[in-house]
């Protein structure tokens, strides 16, 4: 079975502080995705980022940047100068081949709430 | 390009009383997701849907639950009779089609059940 663990509930953080925010993963897959999506208040869940499991190359885009790394099962999410805007859920999930079919499914965990205080 | 869309936003019923939310995906999305978020944890899948066939429900409590995708494009999720723990935030998301990529989300219908 596949499971996803944010262990930090909820972070507060002041602006331009860097912040972030775990995840660690369980799956016996060898091919797997990791994505990082964003919940606002307004509840839209908003994608971010998606690796796959060859792909162990860190990636940054603007203040956002992720750290992959499958000897510690994790895919950590930093964003740097954290601004007021950044106030959101956050969510990693795994998505994995569902067991003797073509079709994927997608876990999430429970999330991370963050607050960016000005 | 329009977003997906839900309908309503928001919700309050009574417990025992039945309800009914609603689904337009992206133009050309083949794929349709619905999922419960409960308050303070991740959303989890009810029924995945390609095309108008059902590709997983195995979530979905079908004693209560029931959804539809006629035609392949809107789709429809129902609660009937509604209990108190049905209370939550039910997502609806589309892909192209099924596989390891994002889903794009709605704005979400929060069900308030009392």
């Known amino acids: 079975a596949q499971k996803v663990t944010q262990a930090q509930t909820e972070i507060s953080v002041v602006e331009k502080e860097d912040v972030t925010l775990d995840c660690v993963y369980e799956t016996r897959d060898t091919t797997y995705y990791l994505f990082w999506y964003k919940q606002p208040p307004s509840g839209e869940l908003v994608f971010l980022i998606r690796?796959?499991?060859?792909?162990?190359q860190n990636e940054i885009s603007g203040r956002y940047s992720w750290n992959f790394q499958k000897s510690t099962s994790s895919f950590n999410f930093t964003i740097t100068a954290s601004q007021v805007v950044d106030s959101a859920v956050y969510f990693c999930?795994?998505?994995?081949?569902?067991?003797?079919?073509?079709?994927?499914?997608?876990?999430f965990g429970k999330g991370t709430l963050l607050t960016v205080n000005p | 390009e329009a977003g997906v869309a839900q309908s309503p936003r928001y919700k309050i019923i009574e417990k025992r009383q039945s309800v009914a939310f609603w689904c337009n995906p992206i133009?050309?999305?083949?794929?349709l997701y619905w999922y419960q978020q409960i308050l303070g944890q991740g959303p989890k899948l009810l029924i995945q849907f390609q095309n108008n066939g059902v590709v997983d429900d195995s979530q979905l409590p079908k004693d209560r639950f029931s959804a539809e995708r006629l035609k392949g494009v809107d789709s429809t999720l129902k609660i009937q009779p509604a209990k108190l723990e049905d209370s939550a935030v039910y997502l609806c998301a589309s892909r192209m089609e099924d596989g390891p990529y994002e889903q794009y989300f709605g704005p979400g219908t929060r069900l308030t059940v009392t």
């Open positions: 690796r796959n499991s060859f792909d162990e």
């Open positions: 999930a795994l998505s994995v081949r569902r067991s003797g079919g073509s079709n994927y499914k997608l876990t």
């Open positions: 133009s050309g999305h083949a794929t």
